[in-house]
């Protein structure tokens, strides 16, 4: 009769043995009990994602940019009805005014070296920066390069924080991304996103063809400022967004450090960046009556060659099919134009394709490129 309530004793003496274990530690360890509450408060309230460390690692070394530039423009006054009865607008004189654009820069040298946009400083006659921690100062232009979009700016100062260029960080489609800069004048703002998309030739960029794309907030304001992964290592200079004018939302673009990178340097120490030039305007091919789409490299068409050029100084012309440069097969326009701009003026290339259908090769002297717009 007594064996049922064997199980019951076994417990009842387990619970009063815990108890007094209990009692002894509490007494022996008086802090135990709080160290045992807030170690469960603590990891309670720890948040499961913070980017707060990448942020504060990063943000110093974002900073704000005001260039100013004097702009002229012609007055409109009240219609005149002689005058309106040809052109229906009349004008009047021209006055100047003082225009202020709005951006950012990330300082990538301790010794006051800040990488931005080209169209945030061109054609500015002033420029002012703004740090961290509130501190303003003039900057100088040492260099601006508009085909990729890139300006360095040289300010006064040591032991800047700095944020290191290196063109080798590791990037996918996916990674958390982070944008600081300096909308609508709201300095060290953050948006948070993800890189939606690598080699990206948005607009039809005429040389830069290998931006990063995002979905991180880039508004007006943003542009030079820095593009992060989730360590607070710059991965790109944020340049622009395609607005809902386009009928796009949240597709932005940021310029990758193998292309920023080498700009600066050549910048920094050239003052210009040097790109080769063949002369000519240029397409993929089209694919020839039967052959297929998917058999390889087919090379560029010229659609135009700059007269005074390397190109028109060996003959070639527009409708010549280009299939190799420089023993290396073409495999379209994006990946010569590339080729080309990374040789120095003055190197001698070869070239080969078709006319006609019939095979020719030239040997010529690549130019310097000259300014965007030339």
Do not use: C
Request: proline share 6%.
């Amino acid at each position: 009769m007594q064996r049922p309530f064997r199980p019951l004793m076994f417990l009842l003496q387990s619970a009063v043995f815990g108890l007094a274990a209990a009692f002894v530690i509490l007494q022996l360890v008086p802090g135990v009990a709080g160290w045992l509450r807030g170690g469960a408060a603590a990891s309670a309230a720890a948040p499961l994602h913070s980017y707060a460390d990448a942020v504060q690692r990063a943000a110093p070394a974002v900073v704000s940019i005001y260039a100013d530039r004097v702009v002229t423009e012609r007055l409109l006054i009240r219609p005149d009805p002689t005058t309106q009865r040809f052109s229906g607008v009349t004008v009047g004189p021209t006055r100047t005014r003082l225009a202020r654009a709005l951006g950012s820069g990330v300082i990538v040298s301790e010794d006051g070296y800040v990488l931005t946009n080209h169209h945030v400083i061109s054609g500015a006659e002033q420029i002012r920066v703004a740090l961290w921690d509130g501190r303003v100062t003039q900057a100088q232009i040492v260099g601006s390069d508009a085909e990729t979009d890139i300006a360095v700016l040289k300010m006064d100062g040591s032991s800047l924080p700095a944020l290191v260029l290196d063109p080798e960080l590791p990037m996918r489609v996916g990674d958390v991304v982070l944008a600081i800069g300096n909308p609508f004048g709201l300095s060290q703002t953050v948006t948070q996103g993800i890189v939606s998309g690598l080699g990206r030739t948005p607009l039809n960029q005429a040389f830069s063809e290998d931006f990063i794309q995002t979905d991180a907030a880039i508004n007006e304001g943003n542009s030079g400022g820095a593009l992060v992964n989730a360590s607070g290592q710059l991965i790109g200079i944020n340049t622009f967004v395609l607005g809902r004018l386009n009928g796009a939302e949240g597709i932005g673009f940021a310029i990758p450090m193998k292309i920023a990178s080498e700009v600066f340097r050549e910048i920094r120490e050239k003052g210009v960046v040097t790109r080769g030039w063949l002369g000519a305007e240029y397409g993929d091919a089209p694919v020839l009556p039967g052959a297929h789409a998917l058999e390889g490299p087919r090379g560029v068409a010229l659609t135009g060659v700059y007269s005074g050029g390397p190109a028109q100084g060996v003959g070639l012309r527009a409708g010549d099919i280009l299939l190799e440069f420089n023993g290396v097969p073409v495999e379209d326009a994006a990946s010569l134009r590339q080729r080309e701009a990374e040789l120095p003026p003055g190197s001698r290339v070869r070239v080969a394709g078709l006319r006609a259908g019939v095979p020719f090769q030239t040997d010529l002297d690549l130019m310097q490129r000259p300014p965007a717009g030339a």
